[in-house]
């Protein structure tokens, strides 16, 4: 069938490149929240040969979505299509013997992203009966229909003598895994009829190129699982009985949803099936790679090392750190998650982040170019929504200065970290007829930066020491000023990738150490990695600007945090 949807391809390699017979490839994709990227790569150097892009069509309509009720599916043809589309442009000009040299493929997601799925494990919007059942498709990270399973869980691991979510930070979040299962399980009667297990997206990829047909031989990788599932070595694995099921007794009767091992991304599902090769024209003897997290393997794609803070900034933010498994006793409160083997196999990776970020400027667009999309006039429609925020970053840098008592919080998707709180909302207050769209977009520019440096703190003062600080993703690559914003704000040198798909490059990176390659990913980073594009130092006389500022936002946060909690009450904000 034809895909339809815009579709951005860029055609790197040359026949130079290629002629390099005796070179091996890999491919690293990677499953955002708007698109999938793929990137053909050289195994030796890093270099990429060739990338293609597919937007995601029935997401581009948002037809299984609503925001007001936080709302946000995707459907698995999209990601179906987008796998086709894209592997097919990236390979299109290579020969059979060029092509004999790609090794390995590996795939990340974004997370938790999971879905119903019947026995052989196929998702249940792909039957007829359900393809248009929002709660028969992948439930995007960012949906948090689920926050009062999200509640139910928190409440029964305050009573109970064992902590069960200690390792995520302490609170469990309506965007994961067993919160959004009970979800389905409590609200549709026919997908929980019909289901026969619940998976991550990031496992079902890896699943679908090898030909799996029954989930009971999916593999699960490390990441989703204990980052998003609860799975902990110290708990002998998903705390399913002893936690789980004493929340949701329920869940009994409706399927099976234990695993035991999980796995490293370093390691390998299997290979090509002989369907997905003939329909790719590629060969079977292709590895795929175990699945994992975009903003984890992002991290790979960033070089992250001990002591860093790594920051994918994009529709949110993850930020990323990683300790020496001997150092794997330390805990930190407060974020999403640390998991032995996550990140960097061998490595304890650690996970927090922010719920909203570049949503928060596209929401601000949107609600400036509603006139556009209500009136229909021709020449508004002209407007384009990305011209319009780089005019509002511009003159938002030409503010000579922004009242004191004009400030926000982050939180209009809940708050992710520190302290998952989905229920949250953002808070704005102080503005008043004097304030113009430029000071408006600086102050919520202003307040994600602020979010950033609380979750810095965080890390901190749990323990974590983080020496340097990289951002990569397409927000970080967009907004010089947002980052010199950013690097103001956190009092640190903030240092920018240079190569935009850092998660794809990561796949990228795991794609040559399961191919043998390499011996670790570690190894893989040195010899692949990419240099930083750019470095922004604090500048003088704004670290105190920030800093007084920065205090007014904690203030702010406090206020919303005890009125959300205790309706009625408003401390006074000094």
């Known amino acids: 069938m034809p895909i339809i949807g815009p579709v951005k391809l860029l055609e790197l390699y040359t026949e130079s490149d290629m002629g390099k017979r005796c070179t091996s490839y890999v491919i690293g994709m990677d499953f955002g929240t708007d698109s999938v990227r793929s990137l053909l790569l050289d195994a030796s150097s890093g270099m990429t040969l060739a990338v293609s892009e597919f937007k995601y069509p029935r997401w ?45 493929i590996s795939i990340c997601t974004t997370g938790s992203t999971p879905v119903a799925v019947d026995a052989q494990g196929t998702p249940l919007a792909l039957d007829p009966h359900f393809k248009d059942n929002p709660n028969a498709m992948f439930f995007l990270w960012k949906d948090h229909c689920a926050k009062e399973e999200a509640a139910r869980i928190n409440r029964y691991n305050d009573g109970s003598t ?17 919160a959004k299962l009970m979800y389905v399980l409590d609200n549709d009667t026919e997908v929980r009829d019909a289901l026969y297990g619940w998976v991550e997206h990031s496992d079902w990829m890896p699943f679908l190129l090898t030909g799996g047909n029954q989930l009971d031989h999916m593999v699960r990788n490390r990441c989703a699982a204990g980052h998003k599932a609860l799975w902990s070595e110290q708990f002998g694995g998903l705390p399913l009985e002893d936690f789980i099921l004493k929340v949701f007794p329920t869940i009994r009767e409706c399927g099976d949803f234990s ?24 060969h079977e003897n292709i590895k795929v790679g175990v699945g994992g997290l975009d903003a984890h393997f992002a991290a790979i794609g960033a070089a992250i090392r001990p002591n860093q803070l790594c920051k994918v900034m994009g529709t949110s933010t993850c930020d990323m750190a990683v300790v020496p498994a001997h150092e794997g006793d330390i805990y930190v409160d407060g974020i999403c998650g640390q998991v032995n083997g996550s990140i960097i196999p061998g490595m304890v990776g650690m996970e927090a982040g922010q719920s909203a970020f570049g949503d928060i400027f596209d929401w601000f667009a949107e609600l400036l170019l509603w006139p556009t999309r209500t009136l229909g006039s021709e020449s508004l429609l002209q407007i384009d929504r990305n011209l319009l925020l780089k005019t509002l970053g511009e003159q938002a840098e030409a503010l000579a200065e922004i009242p004191m008592e004009e400030i926000a919080t982050d939180w209009f998707n809940g708050r992710r970290s520190p302290f998952a709180s989905n ?38 003062d749990e323990g974590v020491t983080l020496n340097k600080i990289v951002v990569m993703g397409g927000v970080a ?21 240079r190569e935009e798909q850092t998660a794809a490059l990561g796949s990228g990176m795991f794609a040559a150490t399961v191919a043998g390659l390499y011996t670790s990913v570690e190894d893989a980073i040195s010899s692949m990695g990419q240099d930083i594009d750019r470095v922004y130092h604090p500048q003088p006389g ?14 702010l946060c406090e206020q919303t945090d005890a009125t959300v909690t205790s309706p009625g009450h408003a401390p006074e904000l000094n």
């Open 162 to 178: 064992i902590d069960y979510l200690k390792f995520v930070g302490g609170a469990y979040s309506s965007e994961w895994y067993w």
């Open 60 to 104: 581009a309509t948002k037809t299984y979505c609503d925001p007001a009720s936080n709302q946000f599916r995707q459907h698995p043809l999209d990601y179906m299509e987008g796998l086709e589309f894209t592997l097919q442009e990236i390979t299109k000009g290579l020969d059979q013997e060029a092509k004999d040299c790609i090794r390995a």
């Open 477 to 497: 690559k967009k907004s010089p000023y947002l980052v010199q914003l950013l690097a103001n704000i956190l009092d640190r040198p903030v240092h920018v990738c």
């Open 542 to 555: 704004q670290v105190e600007r920030y800093q007084k500022r920065y205090e007014r936002y904690k203030a």
């Open 423 to 460: 229920g949250l909302k953002a808070t704005l207050t102080g503005f008043g007829l004097g304030t113009s769209a430029p000071k408006l977009y600086h102050v919520l520019m202003e307040s994600a930066c602020f979010g950033s440096k609380r979750i810095m703190e965080q890390y901190e």
């Open 259 to 282: 695993y035991g091992d999980t796995y490293t991304s370093d390691r390998s599902v299997g290979y090509l099936s002989a369907d997905w090769a003939e329909r790719l024209g590629l």
